[in-house]
C-alpha cells in the first residue's frame, strides 16, 4: 500500500512540473510570436512610411515583377490604384486570390519587355528568381548569390511593354521594376515619363541598371537616389544626377550579398529649368571670387 501511494505521490509531482514546464514553454511561446508579429508591423509599417513618398493615396501604381504581392500589398494599404504584373501562373493565381476582391487592383497575367509579343521564363523551384535573362542567371550563380539553384525548365510567355500598360491604364504615378535581370528591356519598353520609377540592381549585373538609367535620360529630366537592401531609407540626403549616381553605382562592393533599389524621378520642366538656372548663378559667383 506504501509502496502505491508512494508512486502516486511521485506521479503527481511528475505531472506537476511536466504542467509548469508546459506552461514556461507556451508562455515562451507566446511572448517569442508576440515579439515577431510586432517586428513584422514595425518593418510594414517602415516600408508603408518609405513608399508613401512615391504613391500618394488613390494613385496609380505599376508592379512590374509582382511575384506573390508583397509590394502590391503596401500601395493597396496606401490607397493607391495598382497594375500587378506577373508571367508566372502560380504566383498571378496567388495574387488573384488575394487580391482579386479589391476593386483597386488589377492583375496582368504577362511579362514587361521592349516590344510585345512573346519570350522565355526560365524557372525554378524558387519563384521569387524566376528570371527570362540568360546572362543575369549566369552572373549570379558565377557570384554564388544564387549558386545552389537550377533554372532546369522553361516556358513561353506574352509579353506586353510599359507603353502598352500605360495606354490601357493610364499614367502611374509610381513604377516599381523587379525582373530578376530583365530590367533594361522593361525600360526600353517606355517612351514617356513618368513621375517615379524604381529598379532594383546588384553589383555582378551592373550594366543593365547603367542601361536603364542612360535610357531614361533620353526620355526627359532625372534626378536619382537609391536603397540598400531591404533597408526603406534613400542612401542619398539629396537626389543626384544620373552621372553622379552612376559612379555611386560603379564604386559598390562587388559583393553577392550586396543589392538595392535605383529611384529614378522625372524633373518637371520648370523645375528643370530653375535647377539649370540655379546652377548658372552658381557658376558665375564662382567665377567672380576666382577674378
Known amino acids: 500500500m506504501l509502496k502505491k501511494i508512494t508512486h502516486k505521490i511521485e506521479q503527481v509531482e511528475a505531472n506537476y512540473w511536466l504542467a509548469r514546464e508546459r506552461r514556461a514553454y507556451e508562455s515562451k511561446r507566446r511572448q517569442e510570436q508576440k515579439r515577431v508579429q510586432k517586428e513584422q508591423r514595425d518593418l510594414e509599417t517602415k516600408k508603408l512610411l518609405f513608399y508613401s513618398q512615391f504613391v500618394p493615396g488613390s494613385s496609380l501604381c505599376f508592379d512590374i515583377g509582382a511575384n506573390v504581392g508583397n509590394r502590391t500589398k503596401l500601395f493597396l494599404l496606401l490607397g493607391a490604384h495598382v497594375v500587378a504584373v506577373e508571367p508566372q501562373e502560380d504566383c498571378a493565381h496567388r495574387l488573384n486570390t488575394i487580391f482579386g476582391s479589391n476593386r483597386r487592383?488589377?492583375?496582368?497575367?504577362?511579362?514587361?519587355?521592349?516590344?510585345?509579343?512573346?519570350?522565355e521564363i526560365f524557372l525554378t523551384n524558387e519563384n521569387t528568381i524566376s528570371s527570362m535573362s540568360r546572362d543575369w542567371i549566369k552572373a549570379v550563380k558565377t557570384s554564388g548569390r544564387f549558386g545552389n539553384y537550377s533554372w532546369d525548365h522553361s516556358r513561353t510567355v506574352q509579353v506586353t511593354t510599359l507603353d502598352n500598360l500605360i495606354d490601357e491604364y493610364g499614367v502611374p504615378e509610381f513604377i516599381k521594376i523587379d525582373v530578376e535581370g530583365f530590367e533594361r528591356e522593361v525600360v526600353s519598353g517606355l517612351s514617356k515619363s513618368v513621375k517615379t520609377i524604381s529598379v532594383e540592381f546588384t553589383p555582378e549585373f551592373l550594366d543593365s541598371t547603367l542601361n536603364c538609367i542612360e535610357h531614361l535620360k533620353t526620355i526627359g529630366p532625372i534626378e536619382l537616389n537609391y536603397s540598400i537592401g531591404e533597408s526603406m531609407e534613400l542612401a542619398l540626403k539629396s537626389w543626384t544626377t544620373p552621372e553622379e549616381l552612376m559612379r555611386l553605382l560603379k564604386a559598390v562592393p562587388n559583393d553577392a550579398r550586396f543589392f538595392g533599389d535605383v529611384y529614378i524621378r522625372f524633373l518637371e520642366e520648370d523645375h528643370f529649368n530653375k535647377a539649370i538656372e540655379a546652377i548658372k548663378r552658381k557658376w558665375q559667383q564662382l567665377m567672380i571670387i576666382i577674378r
Open 105 to 119: 487592383f488589377r492583375l496582368v497575367n504577362k511579362a514587361v519587355g521592349s516590344l510585345e509579343g512573346q519570350a
